[in-house]
């Protein structure tokens, strides 16, 4: 039960021993290997990270590998040290304090259990080494056993429990010291998909019952979408975007966020916006779209004028339209419920989704569909900066 403030905090990792910063044949930087900054002082891993978690917060750090996001929830553990910037837990300064003294408590992608220890034992070794009484230490662990439903397993050793058992082990061990702050990296990853969606719903449920704030990193979006109050998008060490789950869907704030949130992954497509008496239009394949009042008067207040832009529509809100703009059809998955057709527009790959009861027939691999979509749907963004132009 804490705030958590992290202010403009980076994380510099310098050059490996015996790497200069420069090469000494040409005195350049070493060559860049990843997207990550590379500066005087290292690689910047984490930078102008700014977050200000509430009380009782869910937030989850979301991005692909490589991005900071482990790196930044270590760094909040006192597991990496801090590089600059300032973090504080419940309104202190904690930058130089040591991980045992911070009140928190993390679960690790691998479950870090003691093999030679019972499930009882792994729960309990924390709140011994306090010295807290056996009274006491007993009542916690029982009680933690019974929210997680692993009370039957509290006698077994790890290697005896499935990968989902063992989470659950992890989990408890973590909740019986009723933490400020929960920290949990990337805890379904091991798991099946089957066993991804159970614990997931189980951590939504455990979230109700523990009064705490929860930090939670994935590269799952679709954990970001189900368990945070926020989600914290990153790339390249940087925030792209902070909000809810529906503000990061409704309103990407770039190209990567709309192309990294959402299964399937948005359509991008090149296309004309064009300013005609305070009104918006979208031009692609020869057909004009207006775009809703709402957008409108977003690129009013900024001021955006008529300009190439990259359209994003997401597969979702693409119709198929006998008015529509051409496509070829590449490939028809079935999916059950709905049709995935993947195609091919305006020298584009793009996927649809199309409902079943909606389709009287299956079109085949070559045919010629036709799409289109509504105004309210349509996202546009700067071909320049790849930024939303509505924000």
Same mark, same amino acid.
């Given at each position: 039960?804490?705030?958590?403030?992290?202010?403009?905090?980076?994380?510099?990792?310098?050059?490996?021993?015996?790497?200069?910063?420069?090469?000494?044949?040409?005195?350049?930087?070493?060559?860049?290997?990843?997207?990550?900054?590379?500066?005087d002082e290292g690689v910047l891993a984490v930078q102008e990270f700014n977050l200000d978690i509430a009380d009782k917060e869910f937030?989850?750090?979301?991005?692909?590998?490589?991005?900071?996001?482990?790196?930044?929830?270590?760094?909040?553990?006192?597991?990496?040290?801090?590089?600059?910037?300032?973090?504080?837990?419940?309104?202190?300064?904690?930058?130089?304090?040591?991980?045992?003294?911070?009140?928190?408590?993390?679960?690790?992608?691998?479950?870090?259990?003691?093999?030679?220890?019972?499930?009882?034992?792994?729960?309990?070794?924390?709140?011994?080494?306090?010295?807290?009484?056996?009274?006491?230490?007993?009542?916690?662990?029982?009680?933690?056993?019974?929210?997680?439903?692993?009370?039957?397993?509290l006698q077994r050793k790890p290697k005896a429990l499935s990968g989902g058992q063992r989470q659950r082990v992890a989990i408890g061990?973590?909740?019986?010291?009723?933490?400020?702050?929960?920290?949990?990296?990337?805890?379904?990853?091991?798991?099946?998909?089957?066993?991804?969606?159970?614990?997931?719903?189980?951590?939504?449920?455990?979230?109700?019952?523990?009064?705490?704030?929860?930090?939670?990193?994935?590269?799952?979006?679709?954990?970001?979408?189900?368990?945070?109050?926020?989600?914290?998008?990153?790339?390249?060490?940087?925030?792209?975007?902070?909000?809810?789950?529906?503000?990061?869907?409704?309103?990407?704030?770039?190209?990567?966020?709309?192309?990294?949130?959402?299964?399937?992954?948005?359509?991008?497509?090149?296309?004309?916006?064009?300013?005609?008496?305070?009104?918006? /239009?979208?031009?692609? =394949?020869?057909?004009?779209?207006?775009? &809703?009042?709402?957008? *409108? %008067?977003? @690129?009013?207040?900024?001021?955006?004028?008529?300009?190439?832009?990259?359209?994003?529509?997401?597969?979702?809100?693409?119709?198929?339209?006998?008015?529509?703009?051409?496509?070829?059809?590449?490939?028809?998955?079935?999916?059950?419920?709905?049709?995935?057709?993947?195609?091919?527009?305006?020298?584009?790959?793009?996927?649809?989704?199309?409902?079943?009861?909606?389709?009287?027939?299956?079109?085949?691999?070559?045919?010629?569909?036709? /799409?289109?979509?509504? =105004?309210?749907?349509?996202?546009?963004? &700067?071909?320049?900066? *790849? %930024?939303? @132009?509505?924000?």
């Amino acid at each position: 039960m804490a705030t958590v403030q992290l202010k403009n905090i980076k994380k510099v990792y310098p050059y490996v021993s015996g790497e200069s910063k420069k090469s000494k044949k040409n005195d350049v930087l070493p060559e860049k290997k990843t997207n990550l900054q590379i500066t005087d002082e290292g690689v910047l891993a984490v930078q102008e990270f700014n977050l200000d978690i509430a009380d009782k917060e869910f937030i989850v750090l979301v991005g692909p590998s490589g991005c900071g996001k482990s790196t930044t929830l270590r760094m909040v553990a006192g597991l990496e040290s801090i590089s600059g910037g300032e973090l504080y837990i419940d309104g202190n300064l904690v930058n130089h304090v040591a991980p045992k003294d911070r009140d928190i408590a993390m679960v690790f992608q691998n479950y870090a259990l003691y093999p030679h220890m019972t499930v009882y034992e792994n729960m309990a070794f924390s709140l011994r080494l306090k010295h807290l009484p056996k009274e006491e230490i007993d009542e916690k662990v029982k009680e933690a056993a019974e929210i997680l439903e692993i009370t039957e397993y509290l006698q077994r050793k790890p290697k005896a429990l499935s990968g989902g058992q063992r989470q659950r082990v992890a989990i408890g061990r973590a909740i019986v010291r009723s933490p400020k702050v929960m920290l949990m990296d990337e805890p379904l990853s091991n798991l099946d998909a089957k066993l991804r969606n159970e614990m997931r719903a189980e951590i939504i449920k455990l979230r109700k019952r523990i009064d705490t704030t929860f930090i939670y990193v994935t590269h799952d979006q679709t954990e970001a979408m189900t368990l945070g109050d926020r989600i914290v998008v990153m790339k390249d060490g940087k925030i792209q975007q902070i909000g809810t789950p529906q503000e990061v869907f409704n309103h990407p704030a770039n190209l990567f966020v709309a192309g990294f949130i959402g299964m399937p992954v948005m359509n991008f497509f090149d296309a004309q916006l064009s300013e005609e008496n305070g009104k918006y /239009f979208v031009e692609l =394949g020869g057909k004009k779209i207006e775009l &809703s009042p709402d957008k *409108e %008067e977003r @690129l009013k207040e900024k001021e955006v004028k008529s300009q190439p832009v990259t359209l994003g529509v997401r597969p979702e809100h693409v119709e198929l339209k006998d008015d529509g703009i051409a496509a070829t059809v590449d490939v028809s998955e079935m999916m059950g419920s709905s049709v995935h057709l993947h195609l091919t527009a305006e020298g584009r790959n793009m996927i649809m989704i199309v409902p079943t009861v909606s389709m009287k027939s299956f079109p085949d691999m070559g045919e010629t569909v036709r /799409f289109g979509f509504d =105004g309210m749907v349509a996202h546009v963004f &700067s071909k320049e900066t *790849e %930024e939303n @132009l509505e924000f």
